[in-house]
T-cell receptor, first 112, second 114 residues
Framework: QKEVEQNSGPLSVPEGAIASLNCTYSDRVSQSFFWYRQYSGKSPELIMSIYSNGDKEDGRFTAQLNKASQYVSLLIRDSQPSDSATYLCAVNSYPYGDKLIFGTGTRLQVFP | DTGVSQDPRHKITKRGQNVTFRCDPISEHNRLYWYRQTLGQGPEFLTYFQNEAQLEKSRLLSDRFSAERPKGSFSTLEIQRTEQGDSAMYLC????????????FGSGTRLTVV
């Protein structure tokens, strides 16, 4: 069974700063990686996906993948208080079934 | 695209009772997943369907849990003889055939067993 590890936080950053969230995974054959945002009491919402080594940018979000080191990260530029949420890293379990394995999430707090 | 729909949103039940939850996936999505999430934890996989076939079940899914997806459309998750440890958010998600695009989650059903 693959494992996905995240620091539970909270990670506190001031408004306008860059928030850096990290995730490591245990299985070298993992192929697709996802970041979900979850507000308190709500369900997870997909914000980024990444499949190849390197960076992928979408607005204020950048996902970074390094398969050799087995980590994936999420950078949030110009952090806003509305970004305060739990960020879940998820890894596709393929070829061990075909589902997402989630980490425990990192709680981000952006203060004004 | 009306999103993934779950019903009910909240359920309070007494220990020992049976409960059933329903999930309606996005219409063009063939895959349907059930997860359970407790406070401070990430979603834990329970089971998934491709069309009407149940392809994988977690060891977390004890004999008291059963899931169905008749005709490959909506799905139900039933918990028999509920225990206090079953209290959690039950999340349903759907996706296309290839898990390349991630899941879309429903709003979840929060179960409280008293």
């Amino acid at each position: 069974q693959k494992e996905v590890e995240q620091n539970s936080g909270p990670l506190s950053v001031p408004e306008g700063a860059i928030a850096s969230l990290n995730c490591t995974y245990s299985d070298r054959v993992s192929q697709s990686f996802f970041w979900y945002r979850q507000y308190s009491g709500k369900s997870p919402e997909l914000i980024m996906s990444i499949y190849s080594n390197g960076d992928k940018e979408d607005g204020r979000f950048t996902a970074q993948l390094n398969k050799a080191s087995q980590y994936v990260s999420l950078l949030i530029r110009d952090s806003q208080p509305s970004d305060s949420a739990t960020y879940l890293c998820a890894v596709n379990s393929y070829p061990y079934g075909d589902k997402l394995i989630f980490g425990t999430g990192t709680r981000l707090q952006v203060f004004p | 695209d009306t999103g993934v729909s779950q019903d009910p949103r909240h359920k309070i039940t007494k220990r020992g009772q049976n409960v059933t939850f329903r999930c309606d996936p996005i219409s063009e999505h063939n895959r349907l997943y059930w997860y359970r999430q407790t406070l401070g934890q990430g979603p834990e996989f329970l089971t998934y369907f491709q069309n009407e076939a149940q392809l994988e079940k977690s060891r977390l899914l004890s004999d008291r849990f059963s899931a169905e997806r008749p005709k490959g459309s909506f799905s139900t998750l039933e918990i028999q003889r509920t225990e206090q440890g079953d209290s959690a958010m039950y999340l349903c998600a759907s996706s296309r055939d290839r898990l390349w695009y991630g899941y879309t989650f429903g709003s979840g059903t929060r179960l409280t067993v008293v």
